[in-house]
């Protein structure tokens, strides 16, 4: 996922750091036609019946970039049918057909959306849930928890047991973690977590999906079609990793490597079609170029533009989707980029080389893992990288957004206490961004950059993070494999010649602060950012005694006003409210106060001098570093070694396939 916020790489807004042509000759169709999808795009097709069976679409099998089914090859297919019913707003009907199991049937909403790390109560959103058997005889619904519907099948008859229910479909602006639906504006979306209930135990077999609509409404969802107008999905995992965009939305077109990709633009649809179809290919072939191959046949980005307030992504298999504050207009927009980069990346980071942990899902419960630095952190510092590889930005502009990140870090304290590991496995208590104050997706980005720079000095520039992550796609994702713990520092150490575990060690596993001077310099970078001091705490001035008291603010006595818990003033037991005599045994007022602790030095002794409820305390600590003024610059060629000028040139060259060369953006050519 790619944090819902102000900016990508601040904190969660996705979470922190998530991101047009009219259309044209739209067919009219009867009032409820059912709607069965495209080849990743818009549909807008005559009604088809539900089939029960019939040949299987599967994924590509075999090859670079491919996905292996290794589950076994059920024949019975769970059907499920959404309508739309204008005389109930904000609602979807969801019908299921599945075969009479021999045992029990227990249906269950997902307590959480693959992507976003967080318990959704999707439960508070489906009503009036209702079973039949085949003959249409009413079953008996027991809804004894809150996620879960048991269905007594006992007095069943025929081969099928059918099952009807709405969802609520009101989630904020056009849709994002959840679904939503306006009869009056022509829109809708389904978030399949929040929408389609599952068979306990079943979520292998595979599914059908037919969508009635309104006329003249469209579809656009990134499954297979067969024929008849029914999609079709590998599993419950795939179902509902399917976006479904509803109602009226532009599309534009493109190819990148020989895959087709469609956009959808719902909402704001104000965009230059020509420029975003050259943006979007030409980060599309570097990100398949850089593994060799695509792990979809074809792949579907939907965009949300304006009324929700936020900017960030929700990656899935085959698409994604994106909601933008701003419309699209000539897609230059960092947000759309790099939002868009760090989506497509995730159909590979995440999806196809995945943790274990995230896939097969549990879908009832948080799962955890130590490894969402690598999934959402890895993916982010691509997402920068491919832009430059693209030709759509430069390597200075690469820099800036580096600097941002370290100065985001840097002015993070939870960074001296929460490990990268720890802000992974947590991310259900952070808001899936991190845990306790540190993001993963900064620190994340930050310590892929160092291990891609330290692998390309320390080989001479044979080896980088490309091939550690083309390592573990070989190994795990070819296999459609979650890769175990210890499989990243065994990909590194293949890729460095060496065992790096120590380096993971430092700057996952522990708290170590990123030693960037040597590494930077290998390549041609240069840092600078000035050190000072702090303890962590802030002051106001003292009230006035009576309204006689005429003083300044700053005359006032000083009153602490703020403690921050991961620096040196809480070691200290400064607490708010306690009024300070003398640090390092100079008197102080509020003013005086104020511009000492803003020019403190960093690693020296502090002594503060208080009064508390009457009882004078003396607190002593150490100043901890902090920095500011932060700027990184590549070097001119004449001030940087040969071997960094290598490693620079390699950094940011074209992994684009050589049948994409002439995507404008390769070779300097302008965008």
Same mark, same amino acid.
């Given at each position: 996922?790619?944090?819902?916020?102000?900016?990508?790489?601040?904190?969660?807004?996705?979470?922190?750091?998530?991101?047009?042509?009219?259309?044209?000759?739209?067919?009219?169709?009867?009032?409820?036609?059912?709607?069965?999808?495209?080849?990743?795009?818009?549909?807008?097709?005559?009604?088809?019946?539900?089939?029960?069976?019939?040949?299987?679409?599967?994924?590509?099998?075999?090859?670079?970039?491919?996905?292996?089914? !290794?589950?076994?090859?059920?024949?019975?297919?769970?059907?499920?049918?959404?309508?739309?019913?204008?005389?109930?707003?904000?609602?979807?009907?969801?019908?299921?057909?599945?075969?009479?199991?021999?045992?029990?049937?227990?249906?269950?909403? @997902?307590?959480?959306?693959?992507?976003?790390?967080?318990?959704?109560?999707?439960?508070?959103?489906?009503?009036?849930?209702?079973?039949?058997?085949?003959?249409?005889?009413?079953?008996?619904?027991?809804?004894?928890?809150?996620?879960?519907?048991?269905?007594?099948?006992?007095?069943?008859?025929?081969?099928?047991?059918?099952?009807? *229910? +709405?969802?609520?479909?009101?989630?904020?602006?056009?849709?994002?973690?959840? $679904?939503?639906?306006?009869? &009056?504006?022509?829109?809708?979306?389904?978030?399949?977590?929040?929408?389609?209930?599952?068979?306990?135990?079943?979520?292998?077999?595979?599914?059908?999906?037919?969508?009635?609509?309104?006329?003249?409404?469209?579809?656009?969802?990134?499954?297979?079609?067969?024929?008849?107008?029914?999609?079709?999905?590998?599993?419950?995992?795939?179902?509902?990793?399917?976006? %479904?965009?509803?109602?009226?939305?532009?599309?534009?077109? =493109?190819?990148?490597?020989?895959?087709?990709?469609?956009?959808?633009?719902?909402?704001?649809?104000?965009?230059?079609?020509?420029?975003?179809?050259? %943006?979007?290919? #030409?980060?599309?072939?570097?990100?398949?170029?850089?593994?060799?191959?695509?792990?979809?046949?074809? *792949?579907?980005?939907?965009?949300?533009?304006?009324?929700?307030?936020?900017?960030?992504?929700?990656?899935?298999?085959?698409?994604?989707?994106?909601?933008?504050?701003?419309?699209?207009?000539?897609?230059? /927009?960092?947000?759309?980029?790099?939002?868009?980069?760090?989506?497509?990346?995730?159909?590979? &980071?995440?999806?196809?080389?995945?943790?274990?942990?995230?896939?097969? =899902? +549990?879908?009832?419960?948080?799962?955890?893992?130590?490894?969402?630095?690598?999934?959402?952190? %890895?993916? /982010?510092?691509?997402?920068?990288?491919?832009? %430059?590889?693209?030709?759509?930005?430069?390597?200075?502009?690469?820099?800036?957004?580096? #600097?941002?990140?370290?100065?985001?870090?840097?002015?993070?304290?939870?960074? $001296?206490?929460?490990?990268?590991?720890?802000?992974?496995?947590? #991310?259900?208590?952070?808001?899936?961004?991190?845990?306790?104050?540190?993001?993963?997706?900064?620190?994340?980005?930050?310590?892929?950059?160092?291990?891609?720079?330290?692998?390309?000095?320390?080989?001479?520039?044979?080896?980088?993070?490309?091939?550690?992550?083309? /390592?573990?796609?070989?190994?795990?994702?070819?296999?459609?494999?979650?890769?175990?713990?210890?499989?990243?520092?065994?990909?590194?150490?293949?890729?460095?010649?060496?065992?790096?575990?120590?380096?993971?060690?430092?700057?996952?596993?522990?708290?170590?602060?990123?030693?960037?001077?040597?590494?930077? &310099?290998? #390549?041609?970078?240069?840092?600078?950012?000035?050190?000072?001091?702090?303890?962590?705490?802030?002051?106001?001035?003292?009230?006035?005694?009576?309204?006689?008291?005429?003083?300044?603010?700053?005359?006032?006595?000083?009153?602490?006003?703020?403690?921050?818990?991961?620096?040196?003033?809480?070691?200290?037991?400064?607490?708010?409210?306690?009024?300070?005599?003398? !640090?390092?045994?100079?008197?102080?007022?509020?003013?005086?106060?104020?511009? !000492?602790?803003?020019?403190?030095?960093?690693?020296?002794?502090?002594?503060?001098?208080?009064?508390?409820?009457?009882?004078?305390?003396?607190?002593?600590?150490?100043?901890?570093?902090?920095?500011?003024?932060?700027?990184?610059?590549?070097? @001119?060629?004449?001030?940087? @070694?040969?071997?960094?000028?290598? !490693?620079?040139?390699?950094? =940011?060259?074209?992994?684009?396939?050589?049948?994409?060369?002439?995507?404008?953006?390769? &070779?300097?050519?302008?965008?």
């Amino acid at each position: 996922m790619n944090d819902l916020s102000p900016r990508r790489i601040g904190p969660f807004a996705c979470p922190p750091r998530i991101a047009a042509a009219p259309a044209r000759g739209r067919r009219s169709m009867s009032p409820v036609t059912a709607i069965a999808g495209l080849l990743l795009a818009i549909a807008a097709t005559p009604a088809a019946p539900a089939a029960s069976g019939g040949p299987r679409t599967g994924q590509i099998a075999g090859g670079a970039g491919a996905r292996v089914a !290794i589950r076994g090859e059920p024949t019975q297919r769970i059907a499920y049918t959404v309508s739309i019913d204008p005389r109930r707003a904000r609602h979807f009907a969801i019908h299921v057909e599945m075969p009479r199991p021999a045992g029990s049937l227990v249906f269950a909403i @997902p307590a959480w959306t693959p992507g976003y790390y967080q318990i959704l109560h999707y439960e508070a959103g489906i009503d009036r849930v209702r079973a039949r058997d085949e003959t249409g005889r009413p079953l008996a619904v027991t809804h004894d928890s809150p996620r879960t519907w048991a269905i007594d099948t006992s007095q069943a008859s025929g081969g099928k047991i059918l099952l009807d *229910y +709405d969802v609520a479909a009101a989630d904020k602006g056009l849709g994002f973690f959840g $679904s939503m639906v306006d009869f &009056n504006r022509r829109t809708g979306y389904i978030n399949g977590a929040s929408a389609f209930l599952y068979a306990v135990g079943e979520t292998a077999a595979p599914v059908s999906l037919t969508v009635t609509l309104p006329q003249d409404w469209q579809c656009a969802v990134p499954l297979d079609r067969e024929p008849t107008g029914i999609y079709r999905a590998d599993s419950y995992d795939e179902l509902i990793d399917s976006p %479904v965009q509803l109602g009226a939305f532009d599309t534009v077109a =493109f190819q990148a490597s020989g895959v087709p990709f469609r956009c959808i633009i719902a909402g704001d649809r104000r965009a230059e079609p020509a420029r975003l179809r050259r %943006v979007l290919a #030409a980060i599309a072939s570097e990100e398949i170029g850089l593994f060799g191959g695509a792990p979809f046949r074809k *792949y579907l980005f939907i965009y949300h533009v304006g009324e929700a307030g936020f900017i960030g992504g929700l990656e899935h298999r085959a698409s994604t989707v994106i909601h933008l504050d701003d419309p699209i207009g000539d897609a230059n /927009d960092d947000e759309l980029i790099t939002t868009s980069a760090h989506e497509l990346f995730h159909a590979w &980071n995440v999806k196809r080389i995945r943790p274990e942990g995230l896939g097969p =899902f +549990d879908y009832s419960a948080a799962v955890r893992t130590p490894s969402l630095w690598f999934a959402e952190g %890895v993916t /982010d510092y691509y997402a920068d990288l491919t832009t %430059v590889r693209a030709g759509i930005r430069t390597p200075q502009w690469f820099a800036e957004q580096m #600097a941002q990140r370290i100065r985001l870090l840097d002015g993070t304290p939870a960074r $001296s206490k929460v490990t990268l590991e720890e802000a992974s496995r947590h #991310a259900w208590e952070g808001r899936s961004e991190g845990y306790d104050g540190l993001s993963y997706y900064v620190k994340g980005c930050l310590v892929g950059w160092l291990l891609d720079l330290q692998l390309r000095e320390m080989t001479g520039d044979a080896h980088s993070l490309d091939d550690v992550i083309r /390592d573990l796609d070989r190994r795990f994702g070819a296999a459609d494999t979650a890769y175990p713990p210890g499989a990243l520092a065994e990909a590194i150490e293949r890729a460095a010649g060496r065992d790096q575990a120590p380096l993971l060690e430092r700057y996952a596993a522990a708290t170590d602060e990123i030693a960037w001077g040597q590494a930077l &310099n290998a #390549a041609g970078f240069q840092l600078s950012r000035q050190e000072d001091g702090t303890i962590g705490m802030s002051v106001q001035p003292e009230p006035p005694v009576d309204e006689t008291d005429d003083r300044e603010e700053a005359d006032r006595a000083a009153i602490v006003q703020r403690v921050d818990p991961d620096l040196p003033a809480a070691a200290m037991d400064l607490r708010p409210g306690d009024r300070i005599l003398t !640090i390092d045994g100079n008197e102080v007022t509020c003013g005086l106060a104020g511009a !000492i602790l803003r020019s403190l030095p960093a690693r020296v002794p502090i002594q503060v001098v208080v009064e508390r409820h009457g009882r004078t305390l003396t607190l002593r600590g150490i100043t901890a570093p902090q920095y500011s003024h932060h700027a990184l610059v590549i070097l @001119p060629e004449a001030a940087r @070694p040969a071997a960094a000028s290598r !490693i620079l040139k390699e950094l =940011f060259a074209s992994r684009a396939p050589r049948e994409d060369a002439a995507i404008p953006g390769r &070779n300097g050519q302008p965008l």
